[in-house]
């Protein structure tokens, strides 16, 4: 009997859960992704501020596949999804499926300002983070040659855009690398002069979080020299400006966007189907789309009603669906079923800088050390492989004792083509 063929589209953590869960049962798995390595995307931010090398939350999807009966990985661009016949097409030739497991995860959401999209920096890639730390440094570079007053302040004001927990702990550990490291390296540079200022549309950070746990963030935030805007928006920006709603403008020539995010490219390649808002895919109780029971799409693409509302485009309500998914794969090959897809969540945490943090799950609150003590734990619990965990922990622990980071490499002097 031929065994039926099982397509994950996309290797971040729903499609690494899916796969993960159908591994060595009776099926062909066949992973697609336009990268060979599955990412660590929280820790994105610690690349950009030096804090971890870039190989440290990566690990090569190859070396899960052989350690995993009958999976095979596939290095190509997803450029369509023939549902009618039940194929993807690809830039290495169509693939066919009895399965298909969508999970391409999201992409940043600028929101149709051009400007913003043309001279901001986001975190979705390993080579984004890059360029980030590379820009960062060289700011310093510059700023410690430049003789005039206006133009040197410029250079040394970061404006981040987006309260959520990217931006917090982008905010916080930006200030740590500034204060530690950064003015150390730049005697010429006082830490005094630099300027950080954390723009967010809504009335508090962290708006998932309760309301004291978002008042401590900002008030951290803020003694650790933070400027924190909140009710405010940007509307536009050039190269050594950053625009307000309103009509200030901020002399910057940084700009870092984690204000919002929109389903991958991927969704706009499922035609006929019904989306939710930011391009995402509606799916069934059971995460299928409407008239094809065999795709399942998880993840950030996903809008799933939960109680009237979509669930978040958090990392743990994908990696909830993918084993979902992976699961009623397997039940419907035995002729069995299961309940329709359910989230538990399991709470939501960020971390401030150095011994601080905020948490909350299962009714309980936590801030501060043993907060930050948590938020470590999770994230090395969830690192793949071996290696991965050994060096991240290593390097927390050396920056946490010495307060230093030794990723401030610049690799790059000019920032990769940005694509619109």
């Known amino acids: 009997m031929t065994k039926k063929r099982v397509v994950i589209a996309g290797m971040g953590f729903g499609g690494l859960r899916a796969a993960k869960a159908l591994a060595g049962s009776d099926v062909e798995l066949i992973m697609v992704d336009r990268n060979n390595y599955h990412l660590f995307q929280p820790l994105l931010y610690q690349v950009a501020t030096a804090g971890l090398e870039q190989e440290a939350i990566a690990y090569p999807l190859r070396g899960l596949t052989r350690r995993w009966q009958g999976a095979s990985f596939l290095l190509a661009e997803i450029n369509g999804i023939d549902l009618a016949e039940k194929c993807i097409l690809t830039d290495a030739g169509p693939v066919a499926y009895d399965y298909l497991v969508v999970a391409a995860g999201s992409r940043t959401n600028f929101f149709g300002m051009e400007s913003v999209a043309l001279h901001a920096f986001d975190l979705k890639r390993l080579d984004q983070a890059e360029d980030l730390r590379n820009h960062i440094l060289l700011m310093f570079e510059q700023a410690s040659r430049e003789p005039d007053p206006q133009r040197r302040s410029a250079l040394l ?228 492989g071996f290696r991965n965990r050994l060096v991240v922990m290593m390097n927390w622990t050396y920056a946490y004792w010495f307060q230093e980071r030794q990723v401030r490499l610049i690799t790059a002097k000019k920032r990769r083509a940005v694509s619109l």
């Open 157 to 384: 004001t970061f404006v981040i855009v987006g309260g959520g927990p990217t931006g917090v702990e982008f905010a916080g550990a930006l200030r740590e690398l500034i204060v530690y490291v950064l003015s150390q390296d730049h005697p010429t540079i006082s830490s005094a002069e630099t300027r950080i200022v954390l723009v967010e549309a809504a009335d508090s950070l962290l708006t998932a979080m309760p309301d004291d746990l978002r008042r401590y963030a900002q008030r951290k935030l803020s003694s650790m020299g933070v400027e924190v805007l909140l009710e405010s928006r940007v509307v536009g920006a050039t190269a050594e400006s950053v625009e307000l709603y309103g009509g200030d403008v901020i002399a910057s020539h940084t700009l870092f966007w984690s204000a919002g995010v929109s389903a991958a490219e991927l969704a706009g390649y499922l035609e006929g189907v019904e989306r939710g808002a930011s391009g995402r895919i509606v799916v069934q109780p059971d995460l299928s789309i409407k008239g094809y029971p065999e795709v399942f799409v998880v993840g950030d693409m996903a809008c799933y009603l939960a109680d009237g509302t979509p669930l978040p485009m958090m990392a743990p309500v994908a990696s909830q669906q993918g084993d979902y998914a992976a699961r009623i794969i397997r039940a419907r090959e035995q002729g069995g079923t299961i309940p329709p897809f359910r989230y538990l969540d399991k709470g939501s945490m960020a971390t401030i800088g150095r011994s601080s943090a905020v948490a909350a799950a299962a009714g309980f609150k936590f801030r501060g050390y043993i907060a930050w003590v948590a938020w470590l734990l999770l994230h090395l619990y969830y690192l793949i």
